[in-house]
C-alpha cells in the first residue's frame, strides 16, 4: 500500500506550474537549490489545497453521518459492521456509542477531517471499480483508553470488514490518559480498510488511530523510482524554461533557435528505457559553438582541472569522442561510461525536478539535454546545455570515485522530505557544480560549472573568494549566489574524504529505512527486513571469500 499511495501522493501534489518568474521561481538563472525550493513551495501550496477540497467534498456530501452510522449499533437489524458488535458494552448507551449526535444524525459543531493518509487511500481506491477492492496492507496504531478488554473489539471490527490480521503487539502506553497502544498490521480490501480507520476513530475506546507506514515507508513519502524503467516516470514534472520566458535570454528574439529547441525536446520526450539514445544532427553553428568552448577548455584543463577530469579527458580523446570540430552523440557518451564506471545517459527535454534528477543519479544514471546554447552567447548559458553536460559532467562520471560520489548523493535523495531534497541539492550545487580540491597544496576544480565557464573558473581560483573546507553539515544550509560568482566556495580534501563525510551526514538523515543499488537487476532495494539483510550479508561475504582467496593466491605467488 505504501508504494501505491506514494505514486497517488505524487500524482495528487505533483508540480504543474512552470518553472518561471510569472509562477513565483525566486530568480531568472534556473539552478537546482532554487528549483528544490520552488518544488518544496509549490508542493506545500498544492497539497493544502487538496487536503481542504477533499475534506470539504467529504463533508459537503455527508461522509461524517456515513462515519458515525459505521460505528452506531443499530438496534433495527442493520447489519453494517461496528466496533460494538458482539461486545456493547462500556461503550454505547441504548444502542448507541457515547458521542454527540444532532437531530439530523450528524456530529454536534465539528467537521470529520480526513487525514492525509485517508485522502491518499480514498484516491487510490477511487481510480477505478476494481481499485477499491484491491487487497492492501497497512499499520495500524491504536491507543487504547479502556486497555486490554477493547482487543476484542478491534479484532471483531477488522473481522466484519472481511479483515485479516497478520501481527498484533501491545506496549503500556507512555502518554496520559491511555493504558495501552497495540500496533496492528492488517491486510484488506482500500474500501474496507478505509471504512475500519473511520469506524474506529469514532470509537470512544480510543484515543487515536493512526495508519502508519508499511514496512517503515510511509504512504506519506513521496513517491521514488524502484527500477531504472521508472525513471521514464521522472520526466512528466519536466518544467519548462521557455527562452520567451526571459528579456535576458539570448535566444529570447530568435524564432529559429526556439524551434529548435521545441524540436530537441520532442525526440527527448519520446525516449523510453531500453531505447537507443536519439541521433541528434546538429548544425554548421552548434558545431562551432561546441568547438570555441572545447578549445578554450583544451587550454584551461592543463593548469586548472584536476587530475582524474584530465585523465578521463585524455580517454575520451582518445576514444574519438572528444573532438573540436563536432558534438558528442550521448548514445556514444554513454557506452564509454558504462564501460568505465557503469553510469549511463538519458535524454532529457529540458530541466527536470531537483528530486527526480537527483533520483536518477542513484541509478547511475545522468539526465542530459542534448540542445545547444545559443551561438551569440557560446561561453555563457541560463541553463545546462548538452555543450555543459558533456565537458563539464562527463569527464568526472568516468572517475570511480566520482561516479560512486554523485551516486550516494542520488540513493540519499530517495524518499528524503522536500527540506532534504534542498539540502541535497545545496550539496550538490558547492561539489558536482561549484567544487575544488586539493592536488599537491594547490586548488584544482572538479566542479562542472566551474569547468565550463571561463569567467567563474577563473575567480574560484583567484585570491578573491572565501574558501571553506567541505563539510555537509555546514554546506548543505549555506546561501548561494546566482546573479554572480561565487563568494564562498568549498574544498574538498579529495573524493574520498568527501564521500566519507557525506555518508556521515546522510546517516543523520530523517528518513526511516537504508537503500542499496542492485546494478544486476538495475533495481533500488530498500532493506526493510531481516531476510534482505542476511541476502545481502550472505552476498557481501561471497566476495569477502573471494578477496580473501586472491590475497591469499597472490601471497603465495609473491614469496615463489
Keep these: 500500500m505504501a508504494v501505491a499511495a506514494a505514486q497517488k501522493n505524487r500524482e495528487m501534489f505533483a508540480i504543474k506550474k512552470s518553472y518561471s518568474i510569472e509562477n513565483g521561481y525566486p530568480s531568472r538563472r534556473r539552478s537546482l537549490v532554487d528549483d528544490a525550493r520552488f518544488e518544496t513551495l509549490v508542493v506545500k501550496q498544492t497539497k493544502q489545497s487538496v487536503l481542504e477540497e477533499a475534506r470539504a467534498r467529504a463533508n459537503d456530501s455527508g461522509l461524517e453521518t456515513d462515519f458515525i452510522q459505521d460505528v452506531v449499533h443499530l438496534s433495527n437489524g442493520d447489519k453494517t459492521p461496528t466496533v460494538e458488535d458482539g461486545t456493547q458494552q ?22 470529520y477531517t480526513l487525514t492525509e493518509e485517508e485522502v491518499i487511500l480514498q484516491n487510490a481506491a477511487s481510480e477505478n471499480p476494481e481499485a477499491e477492492n484491491v487487497i492492501q496492507k497497512a499499520a495500524l496504531l491504536l491507543r487504547m483508553r479502556d486497555g486490554m478488554g477493547s482487543l476484542a473489539r478491534i479484532l471483531k471490527t477488522i473481522d466484519n470488514y472481511k479483515g485479516c490480521v497478520e501481527h498484533l503487539e501491545t506496549r503500556p502506553s507512555q502518554a ?22 473511520r469506524s474506529l476513530r469514532q470509537s470512544t475506546s480510543f484515543a487515536g488511530v493512526n495508519l502508519l507506514s508499511e514496512n517503515n515507508i510511509s504512504n506519506k513519502t513521496p513517491w521514488f523510482p524502484r527500477h531504472a524503467v521508472d525513471l521514464d516516470n521522472c520526466n512528466h514534472l519536466m518544467t519548462k524554461y521557455e527562452p520567451e520566458l526571459d528579456m535576458n535570454h539570448p535566444g529570447f528574439a530568435d524564432k529559429e533557435y526556439r524551434e529548435r529547441r521545441k524540436q530537441i525536446a520532442e525526440i527527448a520526450f519520446a525516449y523510453k528505457y531500453g531505447d537507443p539514445i536519439p541521433f541528434i544532427s546538429y548544425t554548421e553553428s552548434e558545431n562551432s559553438t561546441w568547438q570555441r568552448v572545447f578549445n578554450t577548455v583544451l587550454d584551461l584543463m ?16 582518445e576514444a574519438d569522442i572528444f573532438v573540436p570540430h563536432r558534438i558528442p552523440q550521448l548514445e556514444d557518451v554513454s557506452n564509454f561510461l558504462r564501460k568505465h564506471t557503469g553510469f549511463t545517459l538519458r535524454p532529457a527535454a529540458g530541466l527536470l525536478t531537483a528530486r527526480d534528477f537527483l533520483a536518477s543519479l542513484a541509478f547511475r544514471v545522468f539526465q542530459s539535454t542534448q540542445y545547444v546554447r545559443h551561438a551569440n552567447s557560446p561561453f555563457h548559458t541560463p541553463e545546462p546545455d548538452c555543450i555543459h553536460e558533456l565537458l563539464g559532467h562527463i569527464p568526472l562520471l568516468a572517475d570511480p570515485s566520482f561516479a560512486q560520489f554523485s551516486q550516494e548523493i542520488g540513493l540519499a535523495s530517495l524518499g528524503a522530505s522536500d527540506s532534504e531534497i534542498e539540502k541535497l541539492s ?13 592536488e599537491n597544496q594547490q586548488l584544482k576544480a572538479y566542479g562542472a560549472a566551474l569547468l565550463s565557464s571561463i569567467g567563474e573558473l577563473l575567480h574560484a581560483l583567484s585570491d578573491k573568494p ?91 605467488t609473491h614469496f615463489e
Design 466 to 556: 572565501e574558501l571553506r573546507p567541505f563539510e555537509p553539515a555546514s554546506t548543505s544550509i549555506q546561501p548561494y549566489q546566482d546573479q554572480e560568482y561565487q563568494p564562498i566556495y568549498y574544498v574538498a580534501e579529495s573524493f574520498e574524504d568527501a564521500k566519507e563525510k557525506f555518508r556521515r551526514w546522510v546517516s543523520t538523515m530523517s528518513r526511516p529505512f537504508e537503500v542499496r543499488f542492485n546494478p544486476h537487476t538495475e533495481r533500488v532495494e530498500v532493506l526493510d527486513s531481516v531476510d534482505k539483510l542476511e541476502t545481502l550479508i550472505w552476498q557481501l561475504n561471497t566476495e569477502m571469500l573471494h578477496l580473501t582467496n586472491a590475497i591469499k593466491k597472490l601471497k603465495s
Design 176 to 197: 496520559g490518559g491511555i493504558q495501552f497502544d497495540a500496533l496492528v498490521k492488517v491486510s484488506m480490501t482500500r474500501n474496507n480498510l478505509l471504512q475500519l480507520i
Design 426 to 438: 545545496t550539496v550538490y550545487w558547492f561539489t558536482v557544480e561549484f567544487g575544488l580540491c586539493k
Design 302 to 317: 592543463p593548469k586548472h582541472a584536476c587530475k582524474e577530469y584530465k585523465a578521463a579527458f585524455n580517454k575520451l580523446q
Design 90 to 111: 462500556d461503550e454505547t448507551k441504548n444502542g448507541q456509542l457515547d458521542v454527540d449526535i444532532d437531530d439530523d444524525g450528524g456530529k454536534k459543531d465539528e467537521d
